[in-house]
């Protein structure tokens, strides 16, 4: 007789042992919940007036590049660093902004107050200021080579460290005068003008 032959089974797969964190028995009350709630409200009480001391991060900047901005209204604005490439800021008022750091490559600023303005570091390539009041703006180490400057006012603006072309710089000798009140020195100074 013929002995039934059996086929060996598989074996049984192994589960792993489920992990445990370290921290687990503190939320399940090894400790005791009273100890925890207590470590957790010192420190934040501890902690939360470090927010008030430490200011949080700046916002992200501002981004206004290739915008219709005609007669907008920015006067005694914070636009550090914000970007108005290619924008057409005609009759706009940035009276008293600060626009330290920020990039007008190409913008159109025809009739537009830029009076008492903080344009220190700006980029203000290629951009168009024509019948622009720059009265007492501080323009020092902006980058303005190849600006257009059309009949603007500059009385008392600061032209320290801009680089600009011959016959800019030509025209805007011809008008030059004042005082910044902010840096102390004389327009014609700061241009460079004989």
């Known amino acids: 007789m013929a002995s039934a032959m059996t086929l060996p089974q598989p074996p049984e797969p ?12 503190l939320w ?19 902690l939360l007036p470090l927010g008030l001391w430490f200011p949080s991060p700046a916002l992200a900047a501002m ?16 636009l550090r660093g914000a970007t108005f490439n290619l924008s057409n800021l005609r009759d706009a008022n940035l009276a008293g902004a600060d626009l330290q ?8 600023l025809q009739d537009a107050d830029l009076s008492n303005t903080n344009l220190r570091e700006a980029t203000l390539d290629s951009a168009i200021f024509n019948g622009t009041d ?8 902006a980058f303005a080579f190849n600006t257009k400057f059309t009949d ?8 320290t ?18 005082t910044n009140p902010v840096t102390g020195r004389q327009t014609r100074q700061t241009l460079g003008c004989s």
């Open 152 to 159: 603007v006012t500059i009385d008392g603006a600061d032209f």
């Open 101 to 108: 750091g920020a990039s007008l490559f190409g913008a159109k």
């Open 161 to 178: 460290n801009v680089p600009l072309r011959g016959d800019a710089l030509k025209a805007l000798c011809a008008v030059a005068s004042g």
């Open 14 to 25: 192994i589960q792993p042992a489920p992990r445990r964190s370290r921290w687990r028995g």
């Open 63 to 78: 981004d206004v590049a290739k915008q219709v901005l005609i007669g907008a209204d920015y006067h005694g604005e914070d």
């Open 28 to 46: 399940r009350g090894r400790l005791g919940s009273a100890p925890l709630v207590a470590v957790v409200l010192l420190l934040g009480a501890l």
């Open 134 to 141: 720059l009265t007492n703006a501080v323009l020092e180490d």
